[in-house]
């Protein structure tokens, strides 16, 4: 099983793929402040963390001081994961003073906003203690940096939901219109995917519930249902199908939501409403 801060392959390359990018769009042709520096002025630096967080990113933030500085040398006080309080110091950098103030903005961008979905990750899976329930990510992600965000709910001890389009089938209303039933569209769906990519049908009512459960779906997503409505499909469908819920979901409330007996609840919020957590760089 994938540990939560060990990047996959395809993490990698979008990591390679995104860094480049996103140093091109800040230094352009070349960054013309450090040219008030001497081109062979080494130097130290320390990001420090402002505020309690989940540490994710690292990976990101190696990668961005090192195309700057191949000859950098970064020393992490803290491990990917791990809880940091305010103006805790995580990390020690030494290298070209030119490319440490190049890279700064960039890698500090990855490291405030990966840190932000882990740490917001952490706080429904902490609220959840407990209860045999999955804290799940949704697409609801910054355009470009999904891998990134989904990366960071593992990192923050939640699970990933299909990253795009193009791995899992989700059937939802207009697709269950289109195909003419839950059973029809369902039974196509199992034949494209061979046994090679999971299905899921999302049901709004107890009725569309039922319905799912006699075509055999094993995972179904109930879509905005009162608490007394899952309570009731937890009980129909007596651990037949593996059942989700979405919407309406806050820190507030997802503690009664998970103690109505379902397996998973998929928060788009873990990865689209999200305060950037507050790092700084200081030249020592």
């Not at 045999?132 to 470009?144: L, N, S, Y």
């Not at 979901?249 to 305060?275: F, M």
Request: with cysteine; charged share 20%; net charge negative.
């Amino acid at each position: 099983m994938m540990t939560v801060n060990t990047l996959n392959q395809a993490e990698r390359d979008e990591l390679i793929k995104h860094v480049s990018l996103s140093l091109e769009e800040d230094r352009g042709e070349k960054d013309l402040t450090v040219q008030l520096i001497s081109p062979e002025q080494q130097a130290k630096a320390q990001i420090i963390t402002r505020e309690y967080a989940v540490i994710c990113g690292q990976a990101w933030v190696n990668e961005v001081f090192q195309r700057c500085d191949p000859g950098v040398k970064l020393n992490w006080q803290v491990n990917e994961g791990e809880l940091v309080n305010e103006n805790q110091s995580i990390l020690n950098v030494e290298g070209n003073a030119r490319a440490l103030l190049t890279a700064e903005r960039t890698a500090l961008n990855y490291l405030q906003t990966l840190s932000a979905v882990a740490s917001k990750t952490h706080q429904y899976v902490e609220a959840i203690k407990g209860y045999h329930c999955a804290i799940v990510d949704t697409r609801k992600t910054i355009p470009g940096l999904r891998l990134a965000q989904k990366y960071a709910v593992r990192v923050g001890g939640g699970q990933n939901h299909r990253l795009g389009l193009y791995d899992a089938f989700l059937i939802k209303e207009n697709h269950i219109l289109a195909a003419g039933s839950i059973r029809a569209a369902f039974e196509i769906a199992k034949t494209l995917a061979q046994g090679s990519q999971w299905i899921e049908v999302e049901v709004e009512t107890l009725d569309e519930l039922e319905e799912a459960l006699a075509a055999g779906v094993e995972m179904i997503l109930l879509d905005n249902m009162s608490i007394e409505s899952i309570m009731q499909a937890v009980s129909l469908a007596q651990g037949q199908a593996i059942l989700e819920i979405s919407g309406g979901v806050n820190l507030e409330n997802v503690r009664t939501y998970a103690a109505t007996g379902v397996q998973r609840i998929s928060i788009g919020t873990l990865t689209k409403d999200i305060k950037a957590i507050d790092f700084s760089m200081r030249i020592k």
